[in-house]
Every structure is written in structure tokens, then in C-alpha cells.
């Protein structure tokens, strides 16, 4: 043990055209705390995206992107300015690097004064370590921004960088963000007490596989715990917060084209947190006043049996009444056995959210996803609508994936209008390539010829726009904008459902035998659609 | 059962100076009220200060759907019992909106403890079909001050004014109105607690000094309620803008009702253009049984050419749905071309006036229905249509799907773009019926 070693962590704030903070904890940082703490270490938390009650953030403009380039630009005024359709604006959503580096600075006037001072007061000494966590690889210009802050105000601190960018990434990490002669290592050979590494910068890929069963260090939220930032108007409460995230497993047997589970997770093993511990978290936490509870997995059932234990006994526990579970991320839809869902309905599941990203096979083939296919997507819907869940009103929703190289528009919109009709809620996933997948791979010499960093492949930011041009000659940022806009549309409600484009009734039906003459030279009904270029196809 | 009569005979028998009046604007019972913000009872203010100034009366006022800073008006489920309204196994739930009944039993208890009750009150009203509502503020105004005189006006009991003086525990029914056009409106009655926006109407004279004396308070929101704001070619509209627009930079008109396409003027339209309007809402304008397209056409076009872009301001169309004679397939286009004229589009449920046209021709039908069932929102010709309650609802949807606002824009209509294209395919090749025995779509 060593006792007196200190660690600060960061949550770095988010550089982004658009954020959605609803479950924006720094759950892997919160984790590393609880394992730090093992090892005896003091530690203080500054979260720069701890979210208010209304679950946002601030956000501040930063510049302006260019889709599909590198070129950004910052306007001279941000008053009155608007972009242009093949642009975006870039904010800072959290707190910015240089509110974060007065809240540094306050951590060391406070260290200090109390090092001066006569009495022992135990305050947040000057970190020995900071731990940065950096999530998506886009976002890295963050993290950056955050260890130059560190280093300015803490030189003698040597920083810890981990998360999902530095393990897809490392090398890119090691050369950008500022560290001094980094070390690599996997979280595996991670050591706080190794001399070497304590007096080293360190860029962590992958897990920490001690740190995985361990609990999230939640009480570093309290005033106590983590003291930054000041409160404002709209601020984060200093309290724990109002939900909390669970990781039950880890990794994913499948090998998708586009996705990093298994270099995250150093192979396509899964890791299974025992479930009686994740229950004793819950119950804690939930008699603690926390009532929400969502789960981040990889691929949420594929620990079906440990999965299924946990949340028995939190069905069966009376005292955990009220409790609401979400499962925004990936879900094994073929798992979705009747008996599954009704427990997870019992239990607290309100929503489903299904990764159907397309209905073309050809499609679901050229990404490799072999595991899974429309028979099992059906399969799954039926059991969760037969359970008591309903369409059209968000009970139950599908991701859908577009942006992709070489992808096939026409499959999109069919996915668009399927998910719409068949399930009500369709939720837009612009695609982004992420280093180390074999899609970014085979795209690589695009990518490269753009001269794209990690932070222009952000898929609001379109980086494969030119490239589907091949395909599609007129093809621009308007359709995908279009696209986009198309399915937020068809979300919206009335007394709680959506519309049904592919419905049976004769609203339904008029409007497509309307909608779709008005596209046909001598068919147009309505004059005034003389008059504009509606519906025309360039 | 209550006396009817005119509001002039009432005004010249039966009000004195010495008298004390309080005019209430009822709360309503409804299962939508999207447009609640806008209720102020213009009608209880123009009176109130006619009253101060040719009788010289004390007049007070309580007005329970009066919105609070932010234009928020309370709204509260119905009690358990009552919260549902079944029509043809069609169940709409029903909310209270305004204040509740016993703020008001509360203020007249108050009222009577420190003795400084009225001598009458006055009850206004507004759509036939929420009398209710009325009749709930009369019983208790009765219960509480059993003495006080009981006075209805307003516009349900001047087009039913026996089903008033028979539903409400009135003493007087008011059955004709009082021109009261060239009168102030003595907003002074929210003392310091004003509404967020003034209603006037399209009399420059009065308008100018309301706006002038609104923004002395710092209410800089205002809207018109008229039949028609474009009237005289839009010459009172123009002159009560070109007399305000300088008062304050953050003047802002909203113009909720009364503009027909028809009436758009391009003068009207180079002052629309002025950020000061921040909404425009068409009304429908027929011709025949078609939407009159022309009229749409030039209203947009004068629009265009004064520089207005749709994206900047709240602007749409109006389309009535569930009027008698609804053909689906003539909403649905009609939905259309609003969109694409204006941008955006608001379904505007229909309902009978009493004694109107559509009322007469199809009295025989609506006899069978209940006057409460004759909300807009329960879609009182539904039957007569032959157009299911449930349709009409997928027609909400549809508009919803239209009018859902992405990036400031509604929809239109993929404009442009290859999914104009692609999704009619899609829609042509019926991708919804996929299923698992075939999950290959042809190519």
C-alpha cells in the first residue's frame, strides 16, 4: 500500500457537433477510482461533463467544421452567424479547458494553504498522478487540451491517459497529446506501486481486468469527494448522482466489420461480472436514493445466464421497487428469448433498443454480421410486443446505421420506412471509422488521401461523403441531412404513437398513392407544386 | 332560469355607480387546448373599461386562464371518475386547464371576510361546447354569495343564450354584445400581475395607445383577434405597426388568427417580413371544394419577394379537419400544399358554430349529438363523414410527421434531394412487408 499517493481524475470535455448527456458518467474513470482506492490512493474527480438535472451540459461554440474536409475556421463573431449547408458548427460541450484550468488552480492554492498552514487539514494535496479518460477517438482533441492544462498547472504530476481512444490508438496518442516519453502498456500490466511507472506518463489500452468487477466510485460527487466546480446557475448538485451506470460483461464473440469490441477487449473473450455483486451495487445505490440504472455492454445477453441471475433478484426483491433499468447500447436480439424479456420487463426495462442497423442482407453480410439476421430481428420484436411492450411509441426503437463506404441509399431508406412502419422509433447512427476495425482498414487509403485525422472521421462530420460520390455522382451533403432528417420526423407522436408510413389504413394509403404521384410528369395534383423543384431528383 | 337580455338594456337598468363588479373569465375543460396561452378575455376588458368610464363603477377581475410570465397556463388531470370522455368507444382523456375552481371560491370567501364583496358578478364564456365549465363558475359563485346578481356574457351565450339561461345559475343571460371596438381594454385589472401579452384588435387608434401603454410596463408581446386582420386592403394593420415599431426593439406581434391568403396584401407582406411578426398563421382559404390554390400562390409569392425566409419565423397554414363533407384523400393533398406554401402546417379541428350554415343544414345530425360532443376535438361530424375518430387521429399523426421541425424546417418533401426519389421507391416496393421468410428485398 502506499498512503500517500494522490491521483486526480478527468473527465474531459466533449468537442462535438451535437451531444446527448443523458448518460454521459465517466464510467470506466469511475471504476480506475475504485481500484485506486484499493491501493490506497487520495483522489479527486473533476467530471467536466457532469450533467445538471435536466441531464444537459453546456456547451460553447468552438469552430467550424467543414463536412467531409479538414478545413475548419472560427468566425470572427459568433453573433449572428449561421453555417453553410456543407458545414457545422463544433462545440465545447462541459466544462472548457480554460474554466477547467482555474478549477486546477484552486485545487492548488487549496493544496498549498494547507500545507502552509499550522493545522492539519486534510485537503486534496497537489496530485502526484492525473488519470484522464478519453472516450472516442474523434474526441481526442480534448484530451489534449486537458493534459496541457494538467501539465501547466502541475508539472510535476505525470498523467495516466485510458478509455477507448488510447486503446484503438495508442500510437496516435503517444505522439499528439503532449505526454513526456510515454509509456504504453496494457491495463493488465498496469502497476501504481512499480517505481517506473510512477514516474512515467502512461497511455493504458484495453482494461484493467482488476478494475472490472469493482463497483463505480460514485462518492467522489460528493461535496467531499470531488469539491469542483464552482455552482452556478443550472450546475451539477453536489450529491451522487441520479443514475448510475452498470457493466455486467465485457467483449463480444463476433467480429463486425466496423466494430472495435474486440480490440477493446484484447479478443473476442467474454468477461461476466458475477452477478451477486453487480445486485449488492444495486441495492446499495438504489438505498441510497439512485433509481436508474443502465447497462453498458458490449453486447448486453451475451452473458445471458449471469445476466438473467441479476436481474431475478432485482425482479424478486421487493425493496428495489421502482427501480428503472435502461440498455441503450447493443443488444443480442436472437437472446431475446420470451422468458428473458418478461423478466426484463419485471424487472425495470422500460425500452428496448435494437441494433437493426439494415434490412439488406446483402449489406448485413459485407459488415460480417453473421450472428444475426431479420428472422432473429423479427424474433425479438415479436417476443418483447407479445411481453407487453408497444410499438410506435418508443417502447421499443431501432438503430440504423448510414454514412458508410460504398453503402446502398436505396437499402437505407427501405430500413427507414421497414423500422418506421414495423416498430415506430427509428434512431439515426451516422457512421464513424474506428482505427483498428478491418472496415477502417480497407478504407484506409481513402482516408489517408484526405489526410483525415481521428478528429475529422467523426460520422456527424460525413468523412465518407466524397468517397460515395463514386456511386452516387450528385450525391450531397443535403441528402444525408435529409436522410437524417427523415427519421427524427417519423418519430414524432400523437397521443403517444407515431405515424405509420407502411400503415394499412386509409391515411396511410392516401398519403403514399399522394406522396408518390406527386413525383410522376403529368400526375402533379397540386399547381403549386409547379412552381418548385419538389420532389425532383437532379 | 335566468332573464335574457341585451347588454344595452342591462347596462341602462340594472348597473349603477355604486356597484362593485367582478368579471371572471371561467377556466375549460378539454382534452387539448394547445392554444391556451392565447385565451384572454378581451371581451371582460373592453367591458371593464367602459364600465369604469361611462358608468364609473368599481370593476375587478379574475381571470383563471390567465398564463403566468412564461405563457404557461395550468393544466391538471380531471378527477378519476371524471377524467375520461368515451365517445363511440373512442376514450379521450380530459384535463382542467387554468386555475382550479377553488382559487376562485377562495378569492370570493376572501372577498366576503373583509367585506368587499361585488354587487355582480360577471361570467364570460367563449366556445358553446365548454359550458361546463361556465355553469361550474355560476353554481359556485351562487353557493358562495348567494346574494350577489349572476351576469353570463360572452360569446357561448350569445349564440345559445336559452341553453344558458337553462345550464347556468345565472340571473341574466346577455344575449346581444355591445359594440365596444373604439374601448381600450383595462388590462389596469391584472394590476401588477399582467399577462405576458396584450389581444387588441385592428383599430389603429386604440391599438397604438394599448401597445404604447403595454410597453410602458414592459409587455412587448401582442396578437390580434379579429376575423380579419387584412381588412382595407391591411391600410389599419401597416399603420399600427409603422406607429409602434420603433417603440421598443423587442416588440413582437403574433399573428395567430384572421390572415387569409386571399387578404395578403405585398404591402402586408413587406411588413411581415420585419422580424417583429415572429409568427404567421395562415387560415384556410377555399375555392370550391379545393383549397384555393391561387390565392396560396400569391401569398407565398408576395412573401418570397419581400425577402421572407419560411425558416426565420413561425409560419404556416392552417387546414380544417372534420368539417361536414371531409373527403381523405382532399386533407391529405390539402396538407400538402399548405406545407408547401407556407412551410409549415397546424390541422384545425372543426366545430359547428351554433346557428351557423354548417349548424343549419345539418341541424337533423347534430340534434343527435350531445352540445359537449360538439368540441372540435371530438370531431362532431365524424360519423356523418364516415370518417373514423381514429383516422382523424392518424391524421394528427401524418401532420405531426409533416410538421416536426428538423434543423427549423419542416418537412419538404425530400426537396431535391436523391431521397425524393428513393423513398417513393421504397413506399412503391412496400418495404414493411418484409418478413422473415423473406428477408432478401429484390435489387
Given at each position: 500500500m502506499n498512503p500517500t499517493r494522490s491521483a486526480l481524475l478527468v473527465s474531459p470535455p466533449v468537442y462535438d457537433t451535437q451531444y446527448w448527456a443523458h448518460w454521459s458518467l465517466p464510467y470506466g474513470l469511475l471504476r480506475v477510482a475504485a481500484w485506486l482506492q484499493t491501493k490506497g490512493y487520495m483522489l479527486k474527480l473533476i467530471d467536466c461533463m457532469e450533467a445538471n438535472k435536466r441531464r444537459t451540459v453546456p456547451r460553447k461554440s468552438r469552430k467550424v467544421r467543414k463536412l467531409c474536409s479538414t478545413d475548419s475556421y472560427t468566425p470572427d463573431s459568433w453573433q449572428g452567424f449561421s453555417v453553410a449547408e456543407d458545414e457545422k458548427v463544433e462545440f465545447c460541450f462541459g466544462i472548457p479547458p480554460e474554466i477547467l484550468k482555474k478549477q486546477l488552480k484552486e485545487i492548488q492554492k487549496k493544496a498549498r494553504e494547507a500545507q502552509e498552514s499550522l493545522f492539519d487539514i486534510q485537503v486534496f494535496p497537489e496530485p502526484d498522478e492525473v488519470w484522464i479518460s478519453s472516450i472516442m477517438t474523434y474526441w481526442w482533441e480534448s484530451t489534449r487540451d486537458v493534459i496541457t492544462e494538467c501539465r501547466e498547472v502541475f508539472p510535476n504530476a505525470v498523467i495516466r491517459v485510458g478509455g477507448i481512444y488510447p486503446t484503438l490508438a495508442p500510437e496516435h496518442a503517444m505522439e499528439n497529446l503532449g505526454l513526456q516519453k510515454p509509456l504504453h502498456l496494457q491495463g493488465r500490466e498496469l502497476d501504481p506501486l512499480d517505481p517506473e511507472q510512477q514516474h512515467r506518463d502512461i497511455v493504458v489500452s484495453a482494461t484493467i481486468p482488476d478494475a472490472n468487477p469493482l463497483p463505480l466510485c460514485l462518492e467522489l460527487y460528493q461535496e467531499d469527494g470531488a469539491g469542483e466546480p464552482e455552482l452556478e446557475e443550472g450546475a451539477p448538485r453536489k450529491g451522487l448522482p441520479e443514475y448510475t451506470i452498470l457493466t455486467t460483461s465485457r467483449g463480444c464473440p463476433f467480429k463486425c466489420s466496423y466494430c472495435a469490441a474486440n480490440v477493446l477487449n484484447e479478443g473476442r473473450k467474454v468477461w461476466v461480472r458475477e452477478y451477486n455483486s453487480a445486485y449488492e451495487e444495486v441495492k446499495r445505490r438504489f438505498q441510497q436514493g439512485i433509481k436508474e440504472f443502465c447497462f453498458y455492454e458490449d453486447n448486453l445477453l451475451l452473458g445471458k445466464n449471469n445476466f438473467l441471475e441479476l436481474i431475478r433478484l432485482i425482479a424478486e426483491?421487493?425493496?428495489?421497487?421502482?427501480i428503472k433499468l435502461h440498455a441503450p447500447e447493443g443488444i443480442e436480439v436472437r437472446l431475446l428469448h420470451p422468458h428473458v424479456v418478461q423478466l426484463m420487463r419485471k424487472a425495470g426495462f422500460g425500452r428496448f433498443y435494437f441494433p437493426?442497423?439494415?434490412?439488406n442482407a446483402n449489406m448485413q453480410k459485407k459488415w460480417d454480421r453473421t450472428h444475426t439476421n431479420m428472422e432473429k430481428f423479427f424474433y425479438a420484436l415479436q417476443n418483447t410486443v407479445d411481453t407487453g411492450y408497444r410499438l410506435r411509441c418508443q417502447d421499443l426503437n431501432c438503430f440504423i446505421l448510414f454514412g458508410l463506404p460504398d453503402e446502398d441509399l436505396q437499402a437505407v431508406y427501405d430500413t427507414v420506412v421497414f423500422a418506421s412502419s414495423r416498430v415506430g422509433s427509428v434512431i439515426p447512427m451516422l457512421f464513424t471509422p474506428v482505427p483498428n476495425t478491418p472496415i477502417f482498414e480497407n478504407y484506409r487509403s481513402y482516408i489517408e488521401s484526405k489526410g483525415f485525422d481521428l478528429q475529422h472521421l467523426n460520422g456527424k462530420l460525413l468523412p465518407f461523403l466524397d468517397y460515395n460520390r463514386r456511386k452516387y455522382k450528385d450525391l450531397s451533403v443535403r441528402d444525408y441531412t435529409a436522410l437524417e432528417s427523415l427519421m427524427w420526423r417519423l418519430n414524432a407522436k400523437v397521443r403517444q404513437e407515431s405515424f405509420d408510413l407502411g400503415g394499412t389504413g386509409r391515411v396511410a394509403s392516401m398519403f403514399r398513392e399522394i406522396f408518390v404521384s406527386t413525383d410522376r410528369p403529368g400526375m402533379r395534383r397540386s399547381p403549386l407544386f409547379l412552381d418548385t423543384p419538389n420532389a425532383e431528383v437532379r | 332560469m335566468a332573464k335574457i337580455v341585451t347588454t344595452q338594456t342591462f347596462l341602462s337598468r340594472h348597473v349603477r355607480a355604486k356597484d362593485q363588479i367582478l368579471l371572471v373569465n371561467p377556466p375549460v375543460e378539454e382534452t387539448r387546448y394547445n392554444w391556451r396561452r392565447w385565451n384572454q378575455p378581451l371581451d371582460l376588458l373592453k367591458i371593464g373599461s367602459w364600465l369604469k368610464a361611462h358608468i364609473g363603477c368599481g370593476v375587478d377581475l379574475f381571470d383563471l386562464m390567465q398564463p403566468d410570465k412564461k405563457g404557461k397556463v395550468a393544466a391538471k388531470w380531471l378527477p378519476r371518475d371524471r377524467r375520461y370522455y368515451s365517445i363511440k368507444g373512442d376514450r379521450y382523456p380530459v384535463r382542467h386547464f387554468g386555475l382550479p375552481y377553488q382559487s376562485l371560491a377562495d378569492r370570493l370567501v376572501s372577498m366576503k371576510t373583509e367585506r368587499s364583496e361585488p354587487t355582480q358578478v360577471w361570467v364570460t364564456s367563449l366556445c358553446s361546447y365548454w359550458y361546463e365549465s361556465v355553469a361550474e363558475v355560476c353554481r359556485l359563485v351562487r353557493q358562495t354569495l348567494p346574494d350577489v346578481p349572476i351576469i353570463l356574457l360572452g360569446q357561448y351565450v350569445r349564440l345559445m343564450p336559452k341553453h344558458a339561461s337553462l345550464a347556468c345559475a345565472a340571473d341574466f343571460v346577455l344575449s346581444q354584445p355591445f359594440e365596444l371596438r373604439s374601448q381600450q381594454g383595462a388590462f389596469d385589472l391584472y394590476g401588477k400581475n399582467q399577462p405576458p401579452f396584450w389581444a387588441l384588435q385592428v383599430e389603429p387608434e386604440i391599438a397604438v395607445k394599448e401597445i404604447k401603454s403595454a410597453v410602458a410596463q414592459e409587455i412587448v408581446d401582442f396578437t390580434f383577434f379579429e376575423e380579419d386582420i387584412c381588412r382595407e386592403n391591411g391600410q389599419p394593420l401597416i399603420e399600427i405597426y409603422e406607429k409602434t415599431r420603433d417603440l421598443h426593439e423587442r416588440v413582437r406581434f403574433h399573428i395567430i388568427c384572421g390572415l387569409h391568403p386571399s387578404r395578403l396584401t405585398p404591402a402586408l407582406a413587406r411588413i411581415f417580413v420585419d422580424k417583429k411578426f415572429v409568427e404567421l398563421h395562415f387560415e384556410e382559404d377555399d375555392s370550391g371544394a379545393t383549397l384555393d390554390i391561387d390565392s396560396y400562390g400569391r401569398a407565398r409569392a408576395y412573401l418570397q419577394e419581400a425577402g421572407l425566409e419560411m425558416t426565420t419565423k413561425h409560419t404556416s397554414g392552417f387546414v380544417w379537419l372534420g368539417r361536414p363533407g371531409d373527403q381523405m384523400e382532399q386533407l391529405i393533398l390539402r396538407s400538402f400544399q399548405v406545407l408547401d406554401a407556407f412551410g409549415g402546417l397546424i390541422l384545425k379541428p372543426f366545430s359547428p358554430t351554433p346557428g351557423s350554415e354548417e349548424h343549419q343544414t345539418h341541424a337533423e345530425y347534430l340534434d343527435t349529438v350531445l352540445h359537449r360532443e360538439w368540441t372540435p376535438h371530438f370531431f362532431p361530424f365524424s360519423e356523418l363523414n364516415k370518417i373514423s375518430r381514429q383516422e382523424y387521429h392518424d391524421l394528427y399523426r401524418m401532420a405531426a410527421f409533416l410538421n416536426e421541425r428538423v434543423r427549423n424546417k419542416a418537412f419538404d418533401f425530400l426537396n431535391g434531394t436523391l431521397g425524393a426519389q428513393m423513398l417513393r421507391k421504397s413506399l412503391q416496393r412496400e418495404v414493411w412487408k418484409i418478413e422473415p421468410n423473406s428477408l432478401r428485398l429484390a435489387s
Open positions: 426483491d421487493p425493496d428495489l421497487k421502482g437493426l442497423e439494415t434490412v | -
